[in-house]
């Protein structure tokens, strides 16, 4: 069974400049995670998908970032304009949601973002 | 909102020996307990996870305990070995989906 694929695996830009993550999660998982991880420190949840829903993006900073999941199988998360200080690597996840319990979060391998 | 600490942040220990990292978590409704191991520039991935209708976990050399009175949970891993250098992280969630991460544990298992 493949994992939670995510591209590109790095990406540098200057500042000001937009940039798109893509992540597809595993096959048959319905929620669907971006987390924000910086250098040293856990991630932390950006927003949160229920089939094409997003159903939690409190932690989502709505002035440059955006993110969809038209289809609810694969996701994509935009930053425009970067700032230096989204310079962190973006994990996307993925569990199965049984309804209730707490389902186990498998990850991607994450985008390394530098912005110069 | 949840609040997670972890401790501690850098753990040495010899090839062989225990090694524990804990946890202490904020929200009492959180009923769900996993720990990652993140290598280096490598995803996180589920070593273990526990639910709090238990109050223990075992996985061959990996153990987790929690402690729901006391809101604390622990990562226990014995005859530590070259390979289980990494960085843990504990996280908690109450049952709406969200976790929320401890800050990192870097193992480093001395030869």
């Known amino acids: 069974e493949a994992g939670v694929v995510q591209s590109p695996r790095y990406k540098i830009i200057e500042k000001k400049q937009p940039v798109a993550f893509w992540c597809n999660p595993i096959?048959?998982?319905?929620?669907l995670y971006w987390y924000l991880q910086n250098l040293g420190q856990g991630p932390e949840l950006l927003i949160r998908y229920e089939n094409e829903e997003a159903v939690d993006d409190s932690q989502l900073p709505k002035d440059r970032f955006s993110a969809e999941r038209l289809k609810g199988v694969d996701s994509t998360l935009k930053i425009q304009p970067a700032e230096l200080g989204d310079s962190a690597v973006y994990l996307c996840?993925?569990?199965?949601?049984?309804?209730?319990?707490?389902?186990?979060?498998?990850f991607g391998p994450g985008t390394r973002l530098t912005v110069l | 909102g949840e609040n997670v600490e972890q401790h501690p942040s850098t753990l040495s220990v010899q090839e062989g020996d225990s090694a524990v990292i804990k946890c202490t978590y904020s929200d009492s409704a959180s009923n769900y307990f996993p720990w990652y191991k993140q290598e280096l520039g490598k995803r996180p991935q589920l070593i273990i996870d526990i639910r709090s209708n238990v109050g223990e976990k075992k996985d061959q050399r990996i153990a987790v305990t929690l402690n729901k009175t006391a809101k604390h949970f622990s990562l226990h891993i014995t005859e530590t070995q070259p390979e289980d250098s990494a960085v843990y992280f504990c996280?908690?969630?109450?049952?709406?989906?969200?976790?929320?991460f401890g800050t990192g544990t870097r193992l480093t298992i001395i030869p």
């Open positions: 096959s048959g998982h319905n929620t």
């Open positions: 996840a993925s569990s199965l949601h049984g309804g209730g319990a707490t389902d186990t979060q498998y």
């Open positions: 996280a908690a969630s109450s049952g709406n989906e969200k976790l929320t």
